[in-house]
T-cell receptor
Framework: DTAVSQTPKYLVTQMGNDKSIKCEQN?????MYWYKQDSKKFLKIMFSYNNKELIINETVPNRFSPKSPDKAHLNLHINSLELGDSAVYFC????????????FGQGTRLTVV | GNSVTQMEGPVTLSEEAFLTINCTYT??????LFWYVQYPGEGLQLLLKATKADDKGSNKGFEATYRKETTSFHLEKGSVQVSDSAVYFC???????????FGAGTRLTVKP
């Protein structure tokens, strides 16, 4: 009964490939996020969705495209993977756009070779 | 925009030592402040929070007080344990804005 779950946990792929990371939350939250954590542990927001609507879209290459089929899911699709995309990607959710606390998934470690 | 600056690590302490990790923020409006902890191989977990000035958040022996006059939210613990070894993130969020900004993280290692 994990609150925020991401799959896969580990992903190793070659440069140029296209891959997706899935995220689901069973908390009934309206808002979901994707964060990227680099090798130095710096955590940076990428996208935020509220009720399936894109709210925040930071300066992220167009190769990254989030998709929210319903408010319990926010998937991240990455085209033409590059070495610099290697990082840990975290999904998170919060009750709504005003809620203080965010709940995080366990992360997906993406390694591009 | 909103931002957080926290002290750089890594921080290495002996068991039972006193811990302080400094955090200062820049934000418009009325921010809420947080400390998250990331244990090895895991996602971030909320450690404590404070939603208005002079509030003190506390959990598992950790404390932080929301100081509006100094725009700070320093994390403290009187006696650390080996199990406290983790990366600690300070974060700020402004009301009516679902953009949460994190500091760079501070790695704490506690040795027996």
């Amino acid at each position: 009964d994990t609150a925020v779950s991401q799959t896969p946990k580990y992903l190793v792929t070659q440069m140029g490939n296209d891959k997706s990371i899935k995220c689901e939350q069973n908390l009934g939250h309206d808002t979901m996020y994707w964060y990227k954590q680099d090798s130095k542990k710096f955590l940076k927001i990428m996208f935020s969705y509220n009720n399936k609507e894109l709210i925040i879209n930071e300066t992220v290459p167009n190769r990254f495209s989030p998709k929210s089929p319903d408010k319990a899911h926010l998937n991240l699709h990455i085209n033409s993977l590059e070495l610099g995309d290697s990082a840990v990607y975290f999904c998170a959710s919060s009750q709504d756009a005003r809620a203080a606390e965010a709940f995080f998934g366990q992360g997906t470690r993406l390694t591009v070779v | 925009g909103n931002s957080v600056t926290q002290m750089e690590g890594p921080v290495t302490l002996s068991e039972e030592a006193f811990l302080t990790i400094n955090c200062t923020y820049t934000a418009t409006g009325y921010p809420s402040l947080f400390w998250y902890v990331q244990y090895p191989g895991e996602g971030l977990q909320l450690l404590l929070k404070a939603t208005k000035a002079d509030d003190k958040g506390s959990n598992k022996g950790f404390e932080a007080t929301y100081r509006k006059e100094t725009t700070s939210f320093h994390l403290e613990k009187g006696s650390v344990q080996v199990s406290d070894s983790a990366v600690y993130f300070c974060a700020v969020r402004v009301n009516n804005n679902n953009d949460m900004r994190f500091g760079a993280g501070t790695r704490l290692t506690v040795k027996p």
